[in-house]
């Protein structure tokens, strides 16, 4: 007598844990911001939950956010690019040094600092994939440059504006509201859209994510490894260009120091927002969460308080814990635990439509 075949195992669990674990993955920091705010908002009723405290939030977070943005695009592509901070440095006190000093018009001033921060971009990576260094190390050494060039242009001092001060139309690009709300968190918006169409729709953005999975499988197929490097580096010093400008007109005043304390946020952002949205790889949308998951606790924190200490604890702290959760999801990304969800689509190379003939492989 034939024994019967064993019942098959039911899928409807796994399905459901599985898309339990995905949900809880990419959306766990958006639940975060809520309980936060839940949180705060009870412990300081009379505070937190007010206009103010959102006002405040949208407008003071809002270069800590460009510039988290601008280190998540070399993370793209598995580098990373610690001359962010002295960029920035260098840029608002540029801005403020052809305005105030040279006496240039304040929209050719932006633009100028805004150019130079691409140029600058570029320079690091050509350093990078061109000279063979790691990015650690070659980003570490053009910032200290930066440093260098910008201790040289204040003297070592700070550029204060004369009696009559900055132009207004130039402090309004901090200063000003639209739709009843800060100007500069609709600067953030605005970027990060950018930066998702670009990464997540268009086939550059594909050709960046396969570099940073795999170059020795981009090299395979086509892709030009350096040159999109090269771009993604070159990309990363126009954003902080911009996040120059807006330093410029937010501190109106050129401080040659000041962009070192945007380092470790941007890099916080960052790699916590690879944890978000789009669990396992860099994203614009995910660093925006990352960031405010760290306004929110920052000003709550600071309402609290708390000593001044205890926000470069906070920070460090969120540091090693966006890094062991950003290891883990790109893990999990591998090994298959997400991949139908959240690996990006393949990358096709050339690009359809080229008229080069060549058929397009995925990597």
Do not use: K
């Amino acid at each position: 007598m034939t024994a019967a075949p064993p019942p098959a195992p039911p899928r409807s669990r796994p399905l459901r844990r599985g898309a339990a674990g995905h949900l809880a993955g990419a959306y766990g920091l958006l639940v975060l911001t809520a309980l936060l705010v839940l949180v705060f908002s009870l412990a300081l009723p009379r505070t937190f939950p007010t206009r103010d405290t959102v006002d405040a939030i949208l407008s003071n977070q809002s270069i800590p956010a460009v510039l988290a943005l601008a280190a998540m695009v070399p993370v793209v592509t598995g580098s990373f690019d610690l001359s962010l901070g002295y960029g920035l440095g260098l840029a608002h006190v540029m801005v403020l040094q052809l305005v105030v000093d040279a006496g240039w018009p304040w929209p050719w001033a932006c633009l100028v600092v805004v150019a130079g921060g691409g140029v600058v971009g570029v320079l690091n990576g050509v350093v990078v994939e061109f000279g063979r260094i790691d990015s650690f190390i070659a980003t570490l050494g053009t910032g200290s440059m930066l440093y260098a060039v910008t201790g040289w242009v204040t003297g070592g001092g700070r550029i204060v504006p004369g009696p009559n001060g900055l132009p207004v139309a130039f402090t309004d690009l901090y200063d000003s509201t639209f739709l009843g709300l800060p100007l500069p968190a609709f600067y953030v918006l605005a970027l990060a859209v950018v930066l998702w169409v670009v990464l997540e729709r268009l086939p550059l953005g594909r050709c960046l994510y396969v570099i940073g999975a795999n170059p020795r499988a981009a090299e395979l197929v086509g892709i030009p490894t350096r040159r999109y490097t090269v771009y993604a580096f070159a990309a990363s010093g126009l954003i902080v260009g911009f996040a120059g400008v807006l330093l410029a007109a937010q501190q109106q005043i050129g401080n040659p120091s000041v962009g070192l304390d945007y380092l470790l946020p941007a890099f916080v952002g960052a790699l916590l927002g690879s944890t978000a949205i789009r669990p396992g790889r860099p994203n614009a949308l995910g660093t925006l969460v990352a960031v405010a998951v760290l306004a929110v606790g920052l000003t709550g924190i600071g309402q609290l308080g708390a000593d001044f200490w205890t926000v470069p604890l906070f920070y460090g702290g969120t540091l090693l814990l966006a890094v062991g959760l950003a290891g883990y999801s790109a893990r999990r990304l591998r090994t298959g635990a997400d991949t139908a969800r959240d690996a990006p689509a393949a990358a096709r190379w050339p690009p359809a439509g080229s008229g080069d003939g060549t058929a397009d492989t995925a990597p």
